[in-house]
């Protein structure tokens, strides 16, 4: 039986929800996959925005409408702060790296594999 209790969200608070729910999660995957290296020295790294433009494009489902490179912004805001010059670069790199088709859904089988790791690293230690 349905819950009536609690109304469902519609509308643009819906979508900030869902906009934000992504933004969280695309920020704690970044967070604790640091490959050896701090937050602050992959600032400028292109290989970096690709890994979170990928991110924000597998866990943003179509059906949200929102502004995918806006949701991109908002997960760099959250690990540092950017000026406009930076958000300039930024945008015309996502632009450059939108127009070279380098950024792709994350697969199923990667997804299960970093799952599988992170689980074997929980029991190792």
Known sequence: MADL??????GEYYKS??????????????????????????????????????LVETYCKKHYKADKKDIVFKVLMKLFPLNEPEKKKLSADIDHLHARGLIKTISMSKKFVRLALSLVKKKVM
């Open 5 to 10: 209790s609690q109304p469902k969200p519609k």
């Open 17 to 54: 929800i869902k906009v934000q729910k992504v933004v969280n999660t695309v920020y704690d995957i970044v967070t604790k996959d640091n490959h050896g290296s701090s937050i602050e020295e992959r600032k400028g790294s292109i290989g970096f925005l690709e890994h979170v433009c990928c």
